[in-house]
């Protein structure tokens, strides 16, 4: 601002000097002032129109390195990432409809996403006043390239590791990822999910995955993701990551179609849905389909739980450990 003043001669001559400056400043930024004061009326408007929503889960690699049993995205069961061209077609369609006060950047697995860097970038590109945060295991991060850290710092992003076991053959290779982590600069939370695992499907002798079949009204009632799990797959709402994994599974056949078709019966939220049908959408209560879930809580116990390594050769190939088995 001091340039704007700098003038010789009279106080007369000061004066004008500086109408005449103030006038061209004037002059020059009026379109840059008033299209800035039109974006941020748009902007105000579009947010008053924005349905807040607790969080908005995106599952953007559905496989995984390891194999935990009750995955509640049915990690150990599914392939395939979402290609950044469905990425930006669902941020596209969705962003000017929801306010997610956190955004889950999930799996599967997410580090398996070759391009992860660019699903953060777009990620905080299309919600840029919502917390970030990428749910991993961890164990692959010392094998991560140097650009996803830097997105992740860059789009002010958050890491959080699930712990999934408590064993000589996992412990360090979490400590590994975290280790590599904090050499980045970023400081992780741990989630203790080996502490507070739930069943939330059983798993038969074959070891295929199998619906419960409850009554829905108990289902619902010990219900812990309801409201707070928002799940967007195939361009699509679904209440909770139960109900959207489940169905991305059957309609690919990842899991036994009879088992699981009920969960075809359930409505998601589309892209076309009014602002009425997303704020009620964002209420509902007990469906039919919540039935797949228990009716009791019951946590996995050590042996059902089983090493997330799942077997021996992969639990083998991810630590380097010998063959003890
Ligand atoms: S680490 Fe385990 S719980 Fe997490 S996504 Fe993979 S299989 Fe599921
Ligand atoms: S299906 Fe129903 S009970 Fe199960 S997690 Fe989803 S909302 Fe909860």
């Given at each position: 601002m001091?340039?704007?003043?700098?003038?010789?001669?009279?106080?007369?001559?000061?004066?004008?000097?500086?109408?005449?400056?103030?006038?061209?400043?004037?002059?020059?930024?009026?379109?840059?002032?008033?299209?800035?004061?039109?974006?941020?009326?748009?902007?105000?408007?579009?947010?008053?129109?924005?349905?807040?929503?607790?969080?908005?889960?995106?599952?953007?690699?559905?496989?995984?390195n390891?194999?935990?049993?009750?995955?509640?995205?049915?990690?150990?069961?599914?392939?395939?990432?979402?290609?950044?061209?469905?990425?930006?077609?669902?941020?596209?369609?969705?962003n000017?409809?929801?306010?997610p006060?956190?955004?889950?950047?999930?799996?599967?697995?997410?580090?398996?996403?070759?391009?992860?860097?660019?699903?953060?970038?777009?990620?905080?590109?299309?919600?840029?006043?919502?917390?970030?945060?990428?749910?991993s295991?961890?164990?692959?991060?010392?094998?991560?390239?140097?650009?996803?850290?830097?997105?992740?710092?860059?789009?002010?992003?958050?890491?959080?590791?699930?712990?999934?076991?408590?064993?000589?053959?996992?412990?360090?290779?979490?400590?590994?990822?975290?280790?590599?982590?904090?050499?980045?600069?970023?400081?992780?939370?741990?989630?203790?999910?080996?502490?507070?695992?739930?069943?939330?499907?059983?798993?038969?002798?074959?070891?295929?995955?199998?619906?419960?079949?409850?009554?829905?009204?108990?289902?619902?009632?010990?219900?812990?993701?309801?409201?707070?799990?928002t799940?967007?797959?195939?361009?699509?709402?679904?209440?909770?990551?139960?109900?959207?994994?489940?169905?991305?599974?059957?309609?690919?056949?990842?899991?036994?179609?009879?088992?699981?078709?009920?969960?075809?019966?359930?409505?998601?939220?589309?892209?076309?849905?009014?602002?009425?049908?997303?704020?009620?959408?964002?209420?509902?209560?007990?469906?039919e389909?919540?039935?797949?879930?228990?009716?009791e809580?019951?946590?996995?116990?050590?042996?059902?739980?089983?090493?997330?390594f799942?077997?021996?050769?992969?639990?083998?190939?991810?630590?380097?450990?010998?063959?003890?088995?």
């Amino acid at each position: 601002m001091t340039g704007l003043f700098r003038t010789n001669g009279s106080d007369e001559n000061r004066g004008k000097q500086s109408c005449r400056t103030l006038t061209e400043l004037y002059t020059k930024h009026f379109k840059t002032l008033t299209s800035f004061c039109t974006q941020l009326t748009m902007t105000t408007q579009r947010e008053t129109h924005r349905v807040p929503i607790t969080s908005l889960e995106m599952n953007v690699a559905y496989g995984c390195n390891l194999q935990c049993e009750y995955c509640t995205h049915l990690g150990r069961f599914m392939k395939g990432i979402v290609s950044l061209d469905d990425l930006l077609l669902w941020y596209r369609s969705w962003n000017r409809k929801i306010r997610p006060q956190t955004i889950r950047i999930m799996g599967g697995e997410p580090l398996l996403h070759p391009h992860l860097e660019s699903v953060l970038y777009e990620t905080r590109s299309h919600w840029q006043d919502s917390r970030i945060e990428v749910m991993s295991n961890g164990l692959l991060l010392p094998k991560i390239k140097t650009s996803v850290f830097t997105a992740v710092k860059e789009t002010e992003s958050h890491m959080t590791l699930s712990r999934h076991y408590d064993d000589p053959y996992y412990n360090p290779i979490l400590e590994a990822g975290i280790d590599v982590l904090r050499q980045h600069d970023i400081e992780p939370r741990i989630a203790k999910s080996h502490q507070s695992w739930m069943k939330c499907y059983r798993i038969d002798e074959r070891g295929h995955a199998r619906p419960y079949q409850s009554d829905p009204t108990k289902a619902w009632k010990i219900c812990y993701v309801k409201h707070i799990c928002t799940t967007l797959i195939d361009n699509c709402l679904y209440r909770c990551p139960q109900l959207g994994c489940s169905a991305y599974a059957v309609k690919n056949g990842f899991v036994h179609f009879d088992d699981w078709k009920v969960v075809l019966g359930y409505q998601p939220l589309m892209p076309d849905c009014t602002q009425e049908e997303l704020e009620a959408f964002m209420k509902e209560g007990v469906c039919e389909q919540c039935s797949i879930c228990p009716e009791e809580f019951q946590h996995a116990n050590q042996y059902e739980k089983i090493n997330p390594f799942g077997l021996p050769v992969i639990r083998n190939l991810f630590c380097g450990a010998p063959n003890h088995e």
